[in-house]
């Protein structure tokens, strides 16, 4: 269960959420995670989160959330030393992920070209906002920059109030999923003979993801606009009010819709010269909607939703993200795992998992996240280094 990347070293020297959620995804599937992080406080993510005691500690909630499963060695990679702890550690891995700005490894005497010559067949990925060539390479890029320059907050949100930003780092996550699907892919590859330079561009994997809306734009010529709930390519679809709150319905299908119209007793709305062709659906949105939330008003939506999907029509609550996790859907499939009184923060902590399962399991890892350079001399004992190395490294501040 989980184990596809059993004895794959993956090399971990990423920051925040793209790369780290790449690594977590990996983790579950059975790879050796290794963090090197800087003896500066390590992954920014440690710093960061709504508990600033666990901040504090260097255990930020961000980072417990994409960590567990993996080990800590500190490095400082600007340091003669270092570099050799890592060139050390190459050779003994099969991936290597990092997400500086393009340009910094090579500055570091650290590139693929060098780290290609300690280790023939690492598998080398680069994740950054925009890639490692083209105009805007050497910017930084965060979640929001890319949301912004991707298009995807253009169309979030109402035509009143838009551009939104989605309520989740959403680019960080794409770009991580997308980079673990290429080093997966990668390590895949029974012809490979040699290494792999994998190039993970933030807004590229983003665009991606929008392939609906970006081929209305590129192969139907029709801008996309910001529809609020409402479904674009159909009608009625999008989220309703009840007597109570808000529910989303998705009546795609002719016959959802005559369905539809039949559960909340407006079985006349089919013959409407309106309502009766799909486009027409599409043309007069505005006054379907207000003819069924007319109805939809007799109910609570936890009364409508299951007559609702009892006829064949999708439909569902709005819920809180706690609500969601307490679902016995949720919270009966596996895909929150549980530590008890983990180091470095005194306590039990839940965290996700992934989203899928494998012959019926929820892959997991049997470990918390780790404190600050937690493995260190457990690391470098493996790579060969004497205990009075190790404190010597120590002493020089390069680990």
């Known amino acids: ?30 790879a050796d995670v290794i963090k090197v992080e800087s003896r500066q406080g390590g992954d920014l993510a440690r710093q960061l989160g709504a508990d600033p005691e666990l901040n504090r500690r260097h255990m930020g909630v961000s980072f417990l ?195 539809l119209c039949r559960v909340v007793e407006r079985p006349n709305l089919p013959q409407d010269p309106r309502f009766c062709e799909r486009q027409g659906r599409l043309q007069h949105r505005a006054e379907l909607k207000a003819l069924l939330e007319a109805a939809l008003a007799a109910r609570t939506t936890e009364a409508w939703w299951p007559l609702l999907n009892q006829a064949g029509v999708p439909a569902g609550p709005v819920y809180t993200v706690g609500e969601a996790l307490a679902h016995p859907q949720v919270a009966g499939r596996g895909m929150i795992g549980r530590f008890d009184d983990v180091p470095g923060v005194g306590r039990d902590i839940r965290v996700v998992r992934t989203g899928f399962k494998i012959d019926g399991q929820a892959p997991r890892v049997d470990t918390p996240p780790p404190t600050l350079g937690q493995h260190s001399s457990e690391i470098l004992a493996s790579l060969g280094y004497s205990a009075g190395e190790i404190a010597q490294l120590q002493d020089e501040q390069a680990i």
């Not at 269960?1 to 977590?24: E, Y």
């Not at 693929?112 to 925009?130: H, M, Q, T, W």
């Not at 979640?143 to 991707?150: L, P, R």
């Open 65 to 259: 959330a994409q960590n567990a499963g993996k080990r800590s060695i500190t490095v400082d990679l600007k340091k003669r030393e270092g570099k050799e702890v890592l060139r050390r550690l190459v050779r003994t891995a099969d991936v290597l992920v990092e997400n500086f700005r393009p340009g910094v490894m090579q500055r570091l005497g650290l590139g693929y070209d060098k780290l290609l010559a300690e280790n023939p067949r690492l598998v080398y990925c680069a994740i950054s906002g925009f890639g490692q060539d083209g105009p805007l390479r050497d910017l930084p890029a965060y979640d929001q920059i890319i949301q912004g320059m991707s298009g995807t907050m253009s169309i979030t949100g109402a035509p009143d109030n838009a551009p939104y930003r989605v309520g989740y780092p959403m680019a960080d996550t794409i770009g991580g999923m997308t980079a673990a699907f290429a080093i997966a892919a990668a390590l895949a590859d029974r012809q490979r003979t040699g290494g792999t330079f994998i190039d993970v561009s933030m807004l590229e994997a983003v665009m991606a993801t929008m392939g609906w809306v970006v081929s209305n734009h590129l192969i139907a010529g029709r801008a996309p606009q910001p529809m609020g709930n409402d479904n674009f390519t159909a009608s009625p679809s999008g989220t309703f009010r009840t007597a109570d709150g808000l529910l989303n319905i998705a009546a795609n299908k002719q016959e959802q819709f005559e369905a």
């Open 1 to 30: 269960m989980g184990a596809s990347l059993q004895g794959i070293r993956v090399l971990d020297l990423t920051n925040v959420l793209a790369g780290p959620f790449a690594c977590h995804q990996l983790a579950h599937m059975g």
